[in-house]
């Protein structure tokens, strides 16, 4: 076993999760929330159904899942959703869970965000350990990221960036690739993130969840397709740094800017996969790509004792897949998976 610190042993619970085909798990993402103020055309339908608020787990519920989870090695904590930060006394969850970065248990919470609240939000994030962020931009031209987003706004997206920048959070962008809406933009993106200093990672549109009359064959950019366009200006330089996630990257040579890439149609990320995805409602997903899930809610609620949780998280780690099955082409236009990347938050 390596000596990175994300597959050190747990300090209490037992033996870490380590998976049928080895892979450690020290990886966990909490959809907090299934609801958003955005609605962006690959995501979710304008007219989305949420789910009734009696069955999303209360903060103390989510605390309580992360910590097992933090119990049994997981080093890795993400918040995402939905919007994260539209959740109801979201930072009264992420004070309280800044207790296991402070113990050393976790060594980085951070979240997933589009970005509107960050303005109110990113000095109260910095002041409980938060110190990498993802923010969620598909285009810099106000004009079409409402267009892409539906009911949002640029300005307090940036200014929010701006925020979280002064308080000392290190900002990566996700930009998802969209064909013939911010295909003429991906030099602009690298370009300005070069001038700020954030870190830049271009995502493919994956299967997940009906968008309504969108049709995602139609907003299908491939990766391959955006690399040979940014290398008609820049040098793009292979790189071998791994963020703990799916991304590939590569270096400009012209400005030392690093850029990842996301390509969930080929397979290149599931053999290091350290990861497992959490509902709002206590559902984990052990792969992105696949349907299997275990219900966390049920053992969660039956016990105030963490032994009948911890065997059903053991049970679930043990139905691991080895990998997903997306496909997106003319004959496969329909969601691979039901649910929406709202649901377990990418
Ligand atoms: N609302 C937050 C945000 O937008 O960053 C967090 C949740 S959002 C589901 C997480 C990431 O998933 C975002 O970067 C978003 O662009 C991406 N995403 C959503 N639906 C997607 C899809 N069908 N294919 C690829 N990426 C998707
Ligand atoms: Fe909301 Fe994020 Fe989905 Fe956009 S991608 S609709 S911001 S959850």
């Not at 949420?50 to 090695?73: H, M, N, Q, Y």
């Not at 969620?136 to 940036?158: A, H, M, N, Q, Y």
């Not at 800017?257 to 290149?268: A, E, S, Y």
């Amino acid at each position: 076993m390596s000596n990175s610190p994300l597959t050190a042993q747990p300090k209490a619970g037992g033996t870490p999760m380590i998976d049928p085909f080895g892979r450690h798990i020290s990886y966990l993402r909490v959809s907090v929330t299934d609801r958003c103020d955005f609605r962006c055309v690959y995501c979710m339908a304008e007219d989305m159904t949420f789910l009734p608020k009696a069955e999303i787990l209360s903060l103390e519920e989510l605390d309580r899942l992360c910590s097992a989870f933090v119990t049994l090695g997981v080093k890795k904590l993400r918040l995402t959703g939905g919007e994260p930060l539209v959740r109801k006394g979201i930072m009264q969850l992420i004070g309280n869970l800044s207790r296991h970065l402070e113990t050393g248990a976790l060594e980085e919470l951070t979240l997933t965000t589009n970005g509107s609240q960050l303005g109110k939000y990113a000095r109260d994030l910095a002041a409980h350990g938060v110190k990498r962020i993802n923010v969620s931009i598909d285009s810099l031209d106000p004009e079409k990221f409402t267009r892409i987003t539906r009911w949002g706004k640029l300005g307090p997206v940036l200014d929010g960036i701006e925020a979280a920048k002064a308080a000392g959070i290190r900002v990566k962008l996700n930009t998802v690739a969209l064909k013939g809406v911010n295909d003429d933009e991906f030099h602009r993106l690298v370009e300005w993130c070069g001038e700020e200093g954030h870190d830049l990672t271009f995502i493919e549109v994956m299967p997940m969840g009906d968008i309504g009359g969108e049709n995602r064959v139609d907003q299908f950019y491939p990766i391959s397709l955006l690399r040979a366009h940014l290398a008609q200006r820049w040098t793009l330089v292979e790189n071998d740094h791994r963020s703990g996630g799916p991304a590939r990257y590569v270096t400009l040579a012209e400005t030392g800017q690093r850029v990842g890439f996301i390509t969930p149609l080929t397979h290149n990320f599931c053999e290091s996969c350290n990861r497992v995805r959490l509902t709002c409602t206590g559902t984990l997903y052990m792969c992105l790509g696949q349907d299997d899930a275990a219900d966390l809610r049920a053992p969660l609620r039956q016990s105030e004792s963490d032994e009948l949780l911890v065997a059903a998280i053991r049970e679930a780690i043990a139905r691991k897949p080895k990998g997903h099955d997306f496909i997106i082409d003319r004959r496969h236009s329909g969601p691979a998976v039901e649910r929406h990347m709202s649901v377990t938050g990418g």
